[in-house]
């Protein structure tokens, strides 16, 4: 496959104003957990999410769920299966310029090896999930009650 490179960002706003972005979001599990980042950037800034983002074009799901692994939190996985397809909107904020869609295809991944996760410099953490929780978003709340987490109060 041919190396992709970076859409430059004026040409990318404009994709972004005019149409939805294909996304892969990780379901990485380590036993009954979870593992979610800290976003540091919108959409969702601030919010506990799943690993992931956008599919390149001529990128398969399964590769680009494996790049992401690996450029977002440094884990080694192997592809197990798509647990389901949705979708995200986020209106335009103060903080962001225009009305952001995502189709999301939530990939559920096998960690290779047992290191701990590394995020990048998108991300101010992570933690492995063991319950769901009214403090994330509502898009990581139906995500984790699919997968039968229940709720709890964190301490």
């Keep these: 496959?041919?190396?992709?490179?970076?859409?430059k960002k004026n040409l990318y706003d404009k994709i972004l104003r005019l149409m939805p972005i294909v996304c892969v979001d990780l379901l990485i599990k380590r036993g009954k957990k979870i593992l979610l980042v800290k976003r540091k950037n919108n959409p969702a800034k601030g919010e506990w999410w799943l690993p992931g983002g956008r599919i390149f074009k001529t990128e398969t799901i399964e590769r680009a769920a494996r790049r992401k692994a690996r450029g977002e939190v440094g884990l080694s996985c192997s592809f197990k299966k798509i647990s389901q397809v949705t979708s995200t909107y986020f209106k335009k904020t103060e903080?962001?310029?225009f009305d952001i869609h995502t189709i999301n295809i939530i990939v559920?991944?096998?960690q290779i090896d047992n290191r701990e996760p590394a995020v990048d410099w998108d991300h101010g953490g992570w933690r492995w999930a063991d319950c769901n929780s009214k403090s994330y978003h509502l898009y990581i709340q139906k995500i984790l009650a699919g997968q039968g987490f229940k709720y709890?109060?964190?301490?």
């Design 1 to 7: 496959m041919a190396q992709i490179k970076p859409i």
């Design 108 to 110: 559920e991944l096998k």
């Design 152 to 155: 709890r109060r964190f301490k």
């Design 95 to 97: 903080d962001m310029q």
